[in-house]
């Protein structure tokens, strides 16, 4: 049973653009919720976690929306770069240990 | 700085075939991970250790064995590799104590034939 549902699986947005990739989970013991960026050919990378005391998480042009009550939280990338190209993975814990629940991840392509 | 160590990058086995995947932080980090990652699949968590001579088994520990001699270096052996071990290995370490993983090794890519 998949605890982490991630969408799209891919996507392909301009420069420029605003990239909006969305997780939705099931268990509602989870109250720490971090974002991975993954360049191919590499491991992943810690980008930016948020729990659910607070709505909005900003970190440079990364944003993570959460909304509690629908069990979904989101990442937007604000004016994306080629160099943001890369797999996105959300993931969801409880308590911010270590056994993280990971979504399947989103390719996302930002075309020059 | 060299971050999280993974070794070998690639490595291709014979089924039955046994073989150690090592990792070593120089972040002098306690918490240390192994995940696989499968296309379409996500990371999946195959040990978890939170220091020298301790270990958790996570979501898909069959097949594997683990080995956490000292604070750097944190091992994944498969004793009998079968073709459903074929995947892309990834080793983690963290400064949070029982917490998530921050630094990732680039993976091993094992092909077992």
């Known amino acids: 049973q998949q605890q982490v549902k991630q969408s799209p699986q891919s996507l392909i947005v301009q420069k420029g653009g605003i990239p909006i990739i969305n997780c939705a989970y099931e268990?509602?013991?989870?109250?720490?919720f971090p974002w991975y960026q993954q360049f191919p050919g590499k491991g992943p990378a810690l980008l930016i976690a948020i729990r659910p005391d607070v709505s909005e998480k900003k970190e440079g042009r990364f944003t993570i929306s959460f909304n509690k009550s629908a069990k979904q939280f989101s990442l937007h990338i604000m004016d994306s770069q080629p160099g943001d190209s890369a797999t996105y993975f959300c993931?969801?814990?409880?308590?911010?240990?270590?056994?993280?629940?990971f979504g399947k991840g989103t390719l996302l392509t930002v075309n020059p | 700085n060299a971050g999280v160590t993974q070794t070998p990058k690639f490595q291709v086995l014979k089924t039955g075939q046994s073989m150690t995947l090592q990792c070593a932080q120089d972040?002098?980090?306690?918490?240390m991970y192994w995940y696989r990652q499968d296309p379409g699949m996500g990371l999946r968590l195959i040990y978890y250790?939170?220091?020298?001579?301790?270990?958790d088994k996570g979501e898909v520990p069959n097949g594997y064995n683990v080995s956490r001699l000292n604070k750097r270096e944190f091992s994944l052996r498969l004793e009998s590799a079968a073709p459903s071990q074929t995947s892309v290995y990834f080793c983690?370490?963290?400064?949070?104590?029982?917490?998530?993983?921050?630094?990732f090794g680039d993976g091993t890519r094992l092909s077992i034939l």
């Open positions: 268990n509602t013991a989870f109250d720490y």
């Open positions: 250790s939170a220091s020298e001579g301790t270990t």
């Open positions: 983690a370490s963290s400064e949070i104590p029982g917490g998530q993983p921050q630094h």
């Open positions: 972040m002098n980090h306690n918490s």
């Open positions: 993931a969801a814990s409880k308590g911010s240990n270590y056994k993280l629940t």
